[in-house]
């Protein structure tokens, strides 16, 4: 079955970095698969952080990271391991982060509605 664990996250100052990652197992082996991230802070909606594109590796990010965030992908016979490198962290940046996979789309589309499997969540807390 479809797994999702994350590892990572933490507390940093403003300015500072974090790394978070998503090891997926048990996934229907294809390369047409969006894999990323959402968050989800107190009182607020979750949201799409960026997505990758597994077949290419073409990333998509939402508006807010600015280019202060980079999804990556390691890919493994059984698995793949999607990373998300947070650099220039604000204290808008805190929250819940969740890895999220979307399997089969015709296109990475940073929808909620979208994802078919999620992972546990992984707190992000910048000061």
């Known amino acids: 079955h479809v797994q999702l664990v994350e590892s990572g996250g933490g507390s940093v100052q403003a300015g500072g970095s974090l790394n978070v990652s998503c090891s997926v197992t048990g996934f229907p082996y294809s390369s047409t698969h969006c894999l990323g991230w959402f968050r989800q802070a107190p009182g607020k909606k979750r949201e799409g952080v960026g997505q990758?594109?597994?077949?290419?590796?073409?990333?998509?990010?939402a508006g807010f990271v600015e280019g202060r965030f980079t999804i990556s992908q390691d890919n493994a016979k059984r698995s793949v391991t999607v990373n998300l490198q947070m650099n220039n962290l604000k204290p808008e940046d805190t929250a819940m982060y969740y890895c999220?996979?979307?399997?089969?789309?015709?296109?990475?589309?940073?929808?909620?509605?979208?994802?078919?499997?999620w992972g546990q969540g992984t707190q992000v807390t910048v000061s």
């Open positions: 999220a996979a979307d399997f089969f789309p015709a296109s990475c589309s940073m929808r909620e509605g979208a994802v078919d499997y």
């Open positions: 990758i594109w597994i077949g290419d590796g073409r990333a998509y990010y």
